[in-house]
């Protein structure tokens, strides 16, 4: 599946909330806002699931990544984009988190944790 975004990215954010880790099994997830008008779905066609209330991820129908994320009554007029699908997300860093309220109790500690380039050798 590919898209293009033509506008005006409205921000970029990294957000905490439990759906997002649940539908995207990660800790957190970078989301790109623009206005919904600014998303062009150029090949295939993404799936929707109903997330919540409000709430509708669209994901790739072949591999299941996720990919967009609407919901009118908190973020009118926006489509969140998953920003690590991006080609060029190596140049456009988040600028905000968003519901931290909902973050996991130890995810303070991660920065002093031991880091490696690579998993680490035996």
């Known amino acids: ?3 293009a975004i033509e506008g005006e990215m409205v921000y ?5 909330c439990e759906d997002c880790r649940r539908s995207a099994g990660a800790l957190m997830v970078p989301w790109m806002a623009f206005p919904k ?4 779905v150029q090949s295939g066609a993404p799936t929707v699931y109903r997330s919540s209330e ?18 009118e009554t908190t973020l009118p007029g926006i489509v969140d984009i998953q920003s690590a699908t991006l080609d060029d997300i190596a ?3 988040p600028q905000i ?8 109790p130890w995810e303070g500690a991660l920065d002093s944790m ?3 380039d690579r998993y680490p050798g035996p």
């Not at 970029?12 to 905490?16: E, I, M, R």
């Not at 299941?64 to 994320?69: D, K, R, V």
Request: with cysteine; glycine share 6%; hydrophobic share 35%.
């Open 54 to 71: 409000n709430g509708e991820r669209h994901f790739c129908a072949t591999c299941g990544t996720g990919l967009f994320y609407y919901n």
């Open 12 to 16: 970029h954010a990294v957000c905490h």
């Open 37 to 40: 008008d600014a998303l062009k």
């Open 114 to 116: 031991p880091r490696f």
């Open 97 to 104: 988190h968003v519901q931290v309220a909902d973050s996991l």
């Open 1 to 3: 599946m590919r898209y």
């Open 91 to 93: 140049e456009r860093a």
